[in-house]
């Protein structure tokens, strides 16, 4: 990935309030690398902390942003994907507003339309959560 600064809602098919990513931070064929500020005016806040359906989503995000910036290489539309199964997961802490989070997601296996990825969240170098998430892509194209 070049470093420029790409306008997170080109690559994600969400629309604010909902959207659970700021930057994408980094991208290559195995990993992608997201960020996100917690603030207090977020829908998934909760007694002044993300909660675990928050954390969830930016997990879905980032593998969204991973998909939306393979299509803008492409010069392809960004589909919707969809949340197919979620294993293994376990979070330590719900972070804080203000906080922000960078979470990590590496590809373990692509078959047609099915993405495995393991995931990590961390707040510094505090691991916020991990999990493995399957995203299954649909043939729906995001509205702009």
């Known amino acids: 990935m070049k470093e420029e600064e790409i306008d997170i809602l080109t690559l994600i098919p969400q629309r604010p309030p909902f959207v659970m990513v700021d930057r994408l931070l980094y991208f290559d064929t195995q990993t992608t690398i997201t960020e996100f500020e917690v603030r207090a005016d977020n829908i998934f806040i909760d007694d ?14 980032t ?3 991973r998909m939306g910036y393979i299509s803008l290489l492409s010069n392809t539309p960004v589909k919707v994907g969809v949340i ?5 997961m376990a979070i330590n802490f719900l972070p804080q507003c203000g906080a922000k989070l960078t979470t990590r997601i590496d590809l373990l296996e692509e078959v047609f339309q099915m993405t495995l990825v393991n995931a990590q969240v961390t707040v510094g170098e505090d691991v916020v959560a991990s999990a493995n998430m399957k995203i299954a892509l649909t043939d729906i194209e995001a509205a702009n």
Do not use: F, H, R
């Open 48 to 61: 002044g902390k993300l909660s675990s359906e928050g954390i969830v989503e930016n997990i879905a995000q």
């Open 63 to 65: 593998c969204a942003a």
């Open 84 to 88: 197919g199964a979620i294993s293994n």
